[in-house]
């Protein structure tokens, strides 16, 4: 527990201390600010000499997206809260925190709805589309059967060759003047 004399100071923070580091070398809130979401949005992206995890597709790519806004919003879900249940807080602050909770609530719900469904989609559709393709490779390799002793019934029956009729093939009847 804390000690009586630290009741009202806050827990010391590393960024604390950095912070006061930059502010002594002359960089302003604002700049400090910049340094540190610098900082947070390339430390990801550094190389650690490990193997990648690779690309994401489908529904963990979804599930991905979805838990790193969870994650981002995380803090402001929590100071929210503590607006919310303050008492000494006014009634329009607690109100906008309710709305903002709420509105973060329907974003998550949304958004875990949109990657059940895909999920559901990948799932059912996954048995369905091999049973399809199952369905098709039969088909495919019974028209081969079919069309291998289609040729094979050709190859082996010599076909007649086809003429043009020779002249004179056709009776053609003149008119006689013997009979008026």
Known sequence: M???ERAGTPTPNPLDAERARLRKEGFTDHQIRQI???REFAAPT???G???QGVMTGVFSSLGAVL???RGIL???KTDLSKLFDRAASPPVRV???GYLALMAAVIVVLAYAVKQESQQHIISATEIAASQVETTAAEAEIQKIDAKIKKATDDTPMPEITTPAKGFFAVRKPTTTGK
Do not use: L, N, R, V
Request: aromatic content about 4%; overall charge negative; proline content about 10%.
């Open 2 to 4: 804390d000690s009586p």
């Open 36 to 38: 540190f979401m610098a």
């Open 46 to 48: 550094q190389a650690t």
């Open 50 to 52: 490990e193997a990648g």
């Open 68 to 70: 790193s806004h969870a």
């Open 75 to 77: 803090p402001s879900i």
């Open 96 to 98: 906008k925190a309710a």
